[in-house]
């Protein structure tokens, strides 16, 4: 019974059902909510209202709005994407705790990602911007969340080369509307909840620039060198969480992760889209010569990364995530290659890397990028679960078992984009 008067000691509840506190589906509740009642302070607004609908007993609290107490609950942005759900559907399995997902759902947002928990009464959806600060603020203040996990952005290099405008909206102005709507809502929290808010912030090792052959992996000092409109809007979104820290003292973690591979991307991505076009005979696009490096994160293992950041970062500080998997594009391929030839020997093409074709390289492009993860390992003991050689051969399987899946998110919009970029 106290756990779930605690549970309705919130800034605004509204329509409660009754037995997610476990009071049952009968009358008989209402003389426990005659208890509860005498447990409410005379100046909340309450509507003592039990009535059946659709064989739940319902109740409607609003305390003052002076009294902000937060629920255990987190705010995730971008969690129909790709890192995103996978974060969600690990979060619930794990953490066991309520998720509300803020999602626009542009191309790459697929609400199939999070079939599995789409009827969990832990997980709520919302449709919407980041853009938007009157709907941020609006969640912020109905759901009281205990953290928000900013995942919400545009992410390819080669949109971003095509059409910065998108970029720049949604990485930059959207993040300032989302760190403005934060402020707001920690400056009106108590003392102790202030103490544990976190604002997450999720972005990339592109910030960093490009490495030569022989230098030093990126860490958490490294300066930033963006060198595409992408990158150089998740950099200008990563300074404006550092100064909403040292100026506003919201409490902020940044985390910069690896090229991610999973269940679950896109098919704009490298690893998705040769798996898909070997399948079906089609050329396996290479950028320039093939050398570029990239260090390789299983999404899982990074989704894992930023739980622990958020329950153990310190304010203020930045994290790198990776997979200490260093390949150069071309193995990667060869390597996906290799596995299909194994489990798809009766594919069109066999073996499928007849199909790799080097094609002219992309403006701007990094030549190596890699992580040096040992903070986060020093500081949280973690370390990637997965190797590229589990990961890579776990994702085909993923691809191929989910062929419904790709159909959805393969339409007619995505091949021609792929045949504009390709061409």
């Known amino acids: 019974m106290e756990s ?19 009071f049952g589906q009968s009358p008989l509740a209402a003389p426990m909510w005659a208890v509860l009642l005498k447990r409410i302070p005379l100046d909340w607004d309450y509507s003592p209202v039990v009535y059946n609908q659709s064989g739940q007993w319902r109740f409607g609290i609003t305390c003052p709005a002076q009294l902000a107490y937060m629920e255990n609950i987190i705010l995730v942005t971008g969690g129909a994407g790709f890192i995103g759900s996978n974060f969600i559907l690990q979060w619930i399995e794990r953490e066991g ?17 999070l079939l599995r928990v789409s009827s969990d009464p832990r997980y709520r959806f919302t449709q919407g911007d980041v853009c938007d600060g009157e709907l941020v603020r609006g969640l912020l203040k109905h759901h009281q969340p205990r953290a928000i996990v900013h995942f919400a952005a545009e992410s390819h290099v080669d949109r971003s080369i095509r059409g910065p405008d998108d970029f720049i909206r949604t990485n930059v102005h959207g993040t300032f509307s989302v760190l403005e709507e934060a402020r707001g809502y920690f400056e009106g929290l108590g003392d102790q909840d202030r103490q544990s808010f976190r604002f997450l912030q999720v972005s990339t090792d592109e910030v960093y620039g490009s490495l030569g052959p022989n230098d030093s992996p990126f860490c958490e000092t490294t300066a930033y060198a963006p060198n595409s409109p992408y990158s150089a809007s998740k950099a200008g979104a990563d300074h404006l969480v550092r100064a909403y820290h040292h100026t506003y003292g919201l409490p902020t973690l940044t985390t910069n992760c690896s090229n991610n591979y999973g269940p679950y991307q896109f098919p704009e991505k490298l690893i998705p889209l040769m798996i898909l076009n070997a399948r079906a005979g089609k050329p396996l696009p290479v950028y320039g010569d093939g050398l570029n490096v990239r260090d390789w994160l299983f999404v899982e293992d990074h989704c894992e990364a930023v739980r622990r950041v958020l329950a153990k970062g310190r304010a203020g500080e930045t994290y790198n995530i990776g997979g200490w998997s260093e390949k150069r594009n071309i193995e990667i391929v060869e390597t996906i290659c290799s596995i299909l030839d194994e489990l798809c020997a009766h594919d069109p093409v066999v073996p499928h890397r007849k199909l790799i074709t080097l094609v002219k390289d992309r403006p701007g492009h990094d030549r190596r990028y890699a992580i040096d993860a040992r903070k986060i390992e020093r500081e949280f003991a973690w370390k990637p679960r997965e190797s590229f050689e589990s990961g890579i051969r776990m994702t085909i399987q993923w691809y191929l078992q989910n062929e419904e899946w790709v159909k959805e998110v393969s339409s007619g919009s995505y091949r021609k984009w792929i045949a504009t970029q390709y061409s």
């Open 4 to 22: 779930s008067i605690a549970s309705v000691t919130s800034r605004y509840i509204e329509d409660m059902k009754l037995p997610d506190l476990r």
């Open 97 to 113: 705790t309520s998720v509300i997902n803020l999602d626009k759902l542009t191309y790459a947002g697929n609400l199939r990602n």
